[in-house]
Nanobody, 124 residues
Framework: HVQLVESGGGSVEAGGSLRLSCVVS?????????VAWFRQAPGKEREGVAS???????VYDDSVQNRFTISTDDAKTTLYLEMDNLKPEDTGMYYC??????????????????WGQGTQVTVS
């Protein structure tokens, strides 16, 4: 049973930084994994921000390239999103997600099976 729980959201001024965390449990990492961060602004569709494959390959949406970094801890129990130089357009609800899709299909455009409940990020 896979569970994901996000935390670390909050309100910051433009140009500031935040680190989001997602505690992952019940996932069979030995069989491969694909994890990602999504966000949804008010009135807009949910969009993929960044993905991380079982072999460590990362893919970023152009809107966050060179500003955000996706990573995990050594135990692979926590997923992170380092957010630097935040902009007002980064405001939204951020979700972590996971799927068993292997690295060839592990991108922000992939379909994800497991989702967290979200954490709010507001940039002013």
């Amino acid at each position: 049973h896979v569970q994901l729980v996000e935390s670390g959201g909050g309100s910051v001024e433009a140009g500031g930084s935040l680190r989001l965390s997602c505690v992952v449990s019940g996932y069979a990492y030995s069989d491969g994994y694909c994890v990602a961060w999504f966000r949804q602004a008010p009135g807009k569709e949910r969009e993929g921000v960044a993905s991380l494959s079982e072999i460590g390959q990362t893919v970023y949406d152009d809107s966050v390239q060179n500003r955000f970094t996706i990573s995990t801890d050594d135990a692979k129990t926590t997923l992170y999103l380092e957010m630097d130089n935040l902009k007002p357009e980064d405001t939204g609800m951020y979700y972590c997600a996971a799927t068993q899709t292997r690295w060839l299909q592990c991108t922000p455009k992939a379909t994800y099976t497991y989702w967290g409940q979200g954490t709010q990020v507001t940039v002013s």
